[in-house]
């Protein structure tokens, strides 16, 4: 016989045996990657971002695997990012589909990424040195670890698409010493990210004038709208906490 313990019941029924979704629910993941071989795939991954303890997850989460199984004739696994332990510990509980079936979720919270302080590991891993900023930022050693971005990440294959990513991700205390480290000439590679950044100076300096009753002509605006000189922009904020006319912030 069967070694299947069922759960107790006081009685069996029969059911249709069709299965068609005649209204069908939306499920939608947050990401999926496929590993392939050529146009082959070898695995799926569904990646999910879970901020809280949900319940419900557990009974959505078997049909992405088994519905993108069923597409994509591979295995999949999922992976559920949580940005605190509670919610890393509520989610990696094992999830009983049916007997003998049981899926366990692979589970990464801050906590799981290694803490890269070391020179030798962020130069073979870049990527992890990437990792280990943005899940330590208020990390004791957190002086050492941006260091490391600015040392060893900058430097190699992709390092400053993944600088503009992490400044982009840390607070504003950690962003600022990871910029001072930093070459003056260093520009955002990233577009989204360049533009973000270069708006939020804009908003800052025009905020400030407007502050001090100071009116500028288009062409001086067109010209800070233009600006993508840190350097520059820093020096117009010290001039705009004076500054009476527009004459003032352009002095040179």
């Not at 989460?61 to 993108?68: D, K, M, Q, S």
């Not at 991700?169 to 910029?179: I, K, N, S, V």
């Not at 973000?196 to 009116?215: I, P």
Request: charged share 25%.
């Amino acid at each position: 016989m069967l070694d299947t313990q069922l759960p107790e019941f006081d009685h069996a029924r029969l059911e249709c045996g069709d299965f068609p979704d005649i209204n069908p629910t939306e499920y939608r993941a947050d990401a999926v990657v496929v590993l392939a071989n050529g146009t082959t795939p070898a695995i799926a991954v569904v990646v999910e971002v879970q901020l809280q303890p949900d319940k419900d997850k557990s009974w959505c989460w078997p049909v992405y695997l088994t519905t993108l199984r069923a597409r994509l004739k591979c295995p999949t696994v999922l992976l559920v990012l949580c940005p605190d332990k509670r919610t890393a510990t509520y989610c990696r509980r094992p999830i009983t589909v049916a007997p003998e079936f049981t899926l366990r979720p692979l589970v990464l919270s801050p906590n799981d990424i290694p803490v890269v302080t070391d020179s030798e590991t962020a130069g073979a891993n870049p990527e992890l040195a990437v990792l280990s900023a943005v899940a330590h930022s208020n990390h004791p050693d957190r002086e050492t670890i941006l260091t490391l971005l600015a040392t060893r990440v900058l430097p190699a294959a992709h390092g400053k698409e993944y600088i503009d990513l992490v400044t982009r991700l840390l607070p504003t205390a950690a962003r600022h010493f990871l910029e001072s480290l930093m070459t003056a000439g260093y520009e955002y590679q990233n577009e989204l990210i360049r533009t973000y950044f270069f708006d939020g100076e804009t908003k800052a300096l025009l905020t400030v004038l407007e502050a001090r009753g100071v009116t500028l002509p288009e062409e001086f605006r067109s010209l800070i709208e233009a600006c993508t000189d840190r350097g520059q922009f820093d020096t117009w904020l010290r001039r705009a906490a004076n500054a009476t006319s527009a004459e003032d912030l352009f002095a040179d």
